[in-house]
């Protein structure tokens, strides 16, 4: 079973605050994990990753932490800013021996900052 | 910033049609993947494409689909003849390396509507 599952369909938070987006899985195999941003007539963009070895990835205001055992990831964003405003997707390589990493989606959550 | 485009943004076509969706990859990029969502569903993988043969499919892609790069540029998703279902967003995704460990860059999509 590969699945990647975002049970939040959305999220509104104020203008400074954080976001958190949170997003678990089912098979132990996945090593590698993406989050991407998506706008209205646009296509996903690549936000931030983060590998199973490690257990936080930071990039400016967004920090992804990863709880293995719990099969959990999350994306952190601080401070919340109303342009962040989008459907955030949690991806996942296929794990298996000579998958060319094609992505297993999340359903995605839709974050809105309110100014 | 190199980008993935895609033609056309919408494609209506009645059922039986034959569709061709369009994709140009980032230059350096060697490998492809098509990927669709179905409105409300999730991001859903088709195919990968390397080294001018299909690499990977998923079950969606069926008989009635097939890729090829005939240029040297362009890198297509055909649909044979088209069925109500198939009504989507079509997204293309390239990404400079194999694997698992690589980003994908995706293009803004197709909406693809059969009547």
């Known amino acids: 079973d590969q699945q990647v599952k975002q049970n939040s369909p959305s999220l509104s938070v104020q203008e400074g605050r954080i976001s958190i987006l949170n997003c678990d899985y089912t098979n132990s195999m996945f090593d590698y994990f993406l989050w991407y941003k998506k706008y209205p007539a646009e296509g996903p963009t690549f936000l931030i990753s983060?590998?199973?070895?490690?257990d936080k990835n930071e990039d400016g205001r967004f920090t992804v932490f990863l709880n293995k055992s719990a099969k959990h990831l999350s994306l952190h964003i601080v401070p919340s800013q109303p342009g962040d405003s989008a459907v955030y997707f949690c991806?996942?390589?296929?794990?298996?021996?000579?998958?060319?990493?094609?992505?297993?989606f999340g359903k995605g959550t839709k974050l809105s900052v309110k100014p | 910033e190199p980008e993935v485009t895609q033609t056309p943004s919408h494609q209506v076509t009645q059922m039986g049609q034959e569709v061709i969706l369009r994709c140009v990859p980032i230059s350096n990029h060697l490998y492809f993947y098509w990927y669709r969502q179905i409105l409300g569903q999730k991001v859903e993988f088709l195919v990968s494409f390397y080294n001018n043969e299909i690499s990977e499919k998923s079950e969606i892609f069926d008989d009635q689909f097939s890729v090829e790069r005939p240029d040297g540029s362009n890198f297509t998703l055909k649909i044979r003849s088209t069925k109500l279902e198939d009504s989507a967003m079509y997204f293309c995704?390239?990404?400079?390396?194999?694997?698992?460990?690589?980003?994908?860059?995706f293009g803004p999509g197709t909406r693809l509507t059969v009547l």
């Open positions: 991806a996942a390589p296929r794990p298996d021996r000579g998958s060319q990493g094609n992505l297993i």
């Open positions: 983060i590998s199973s070895i490690k």
């Open positions: 995704a390239t990404c400079q390396g194999g694997g698992i460990y690589n980003e994908q860059f």
